[in-house]
């Protein structure tokens, strides 16, 4: 098996719905995303993939769904509903809490999955860096 990585950074706002300190309020991240590739063999160029695929298909899919944008629980009326309140506010509803864990999760079982459909890839694991300290890795 051979791996290739793509970090991609983004900014977005978020809120732990029913959190027990500070990060039930809104606030915000700058994030890192690490894609991990992998493929049986390398390709006739000698890659796994090209990393501008790689960033097509998910810096492309962040930039127009969570980018500058507030990541907020499908469940948490309250977040959705200050967030209509603003006209042209860029919003993304998870079935989860927005969590770093959550976020790796969504990206690695169901954007990875629709974004590599066909290619022969397969996204072994995704790393969401919220801060330069913490992060969470979905596999």
Same mark, same amino acid.
């Given at each position: 098996?051979?791996? @290739?990585?793509?970090?991609?950074? +983004?900014?977005?706002?978020?809120?732990?719905?029913?959190?027990?300190? &500070? @990060?039930?309020?809104?606030?915000?991240?700058?994030?890192? #995303? *690490?894609?991990?590739? %992998?493929?049986?063999?390398? !390709?006739?160029?000698?890659?796994?993939? !090209? *990393?501008? #695929?790689?960033?097509?298909? *998910?810096?492309?899919?962040?930039?127009?769904?969570?980018?500058?944008? +507030?990541?907020?629980?499908?469940? !948490?009326?309250?977040? &959705?509903?200050?967030?209509?309140?603003?006209?042209?506010?860029?919003? +993304?509803?998870?079935?989860?809490?927005? %969590?770093?864990?959550?976020?790796?999760?969504?990206?690695?079982?169901? /954007?990875? /999955?629709?974004?590599? &459909? !066909? $290619?022969?890839? $397969?996204?072994?694991?995704?790393?969401?860096?919220?801060?330069?300290?913490? +992060?969470? %890795?979905?596999?």
């Amino acid at each position: 098996m051979i791996e @290739c990585t793509r970090r991609i950074k +983004f900014d977005a706002g978020h809120r732990v719905h029913l959190h027990e300190s &500070k @990060c039930r309020n809104a606030h915000g991240h700058q994030y890192i #995303v *690490f894609i991990y590739a %992998t493929a049986e063999n390398l !390709d006739k160029l000698g890659r796994v993939i !090209d *990393f501008s #695929v790689l960033k097509e298909k *998910f810096q492309g899919w962040i930039d127009d769904n969570w980018d500058h944008g +507030f990541i907020y629980y499908e469940k !948490d009326r309250e977040m &959705k509903a200050a967030l209509d309140m603003i006209e042209g506010q860029k919003k +993304f509803a998870l079935p989860y809490n927005p %969590t770093a864990e959550n976020l790796a999760i969504y990206l690695h079982t169901v /954007v990875a /999955v629709e974004q590599m &459909k !066909d $290619t022969g890839i $397969t996204i072994s694991k995704v790393e969401v860096w919220e801060t330069e300290n913490a +992060f969470a %890795t979905a596999s």
